[in-house]
């Protein structure tokens, strides 16, 4: 069944979530006239910013894949984002929910803080899981 598959990719799913902790995201499409504005003209190629890890990391992989799923279902990527505290902030904001508090929180009240029942969240999890996957095995 594909709750031992689930179970072997958690640590995955943690990695991705200490990667979104620390600042990693995706370009979100920023194009070269966005680039120009943001300098006033300029652009600046290379960089004094250090090293960047590599753009084909599981993590950015998994976040590819879980903004297109925000796209099709985001009541999925939602869930998946709580359930792993993966950019949690991003969907309270978005949602509007108030004094959330990732620590210690179960997934019963990740499900009350959604506005849906336990149900509804173990199904959209599995879902959202079973779409991440699919999409890593096929890249």
């Not at 600042?23 to 194009?31: D, L, V």
């Not at 992989?61 to 993966?86: K, N």
């Amino acid at each position: 069944m594909a709750r031992g598959r689930h179970k072997q990719g958690a640590a995955t799913y943690e990695l991705w979530a200490r990667w979104c902790e620390s600042g990693g995201s995706i370009s979100a499409g920023r194009t070269m006239l966005a680039k120009l504005i943001d300098n006033k003209g300029e652009i600046f190629f290379g960089g004094s910013g250090g090293s960047v890890e590599p753009a084909d990391c599981i993590e950015a992989r998994i976040e590819s894949g879980v903004v297109a799923l925000a796209v099709t279902s985001p009541l999925c990527a939602d869930v998946l984002r709580l359930e792993y505290d993966a950019g949690w902030w991003r969907v309270t904001e978005r949602r509007g929910i108030k004094g959330y508090d990732p620590r210690g929180v179960g997934q019963f009240e990740k499900a009350a803080a959604l506005g849906i029942s336990f149900a509804t969240y173990k199904r959209r999890l599995s879902e959202a899981r079973d779409t991440i996957e699919n999409q890593l095995r096929l890249q």
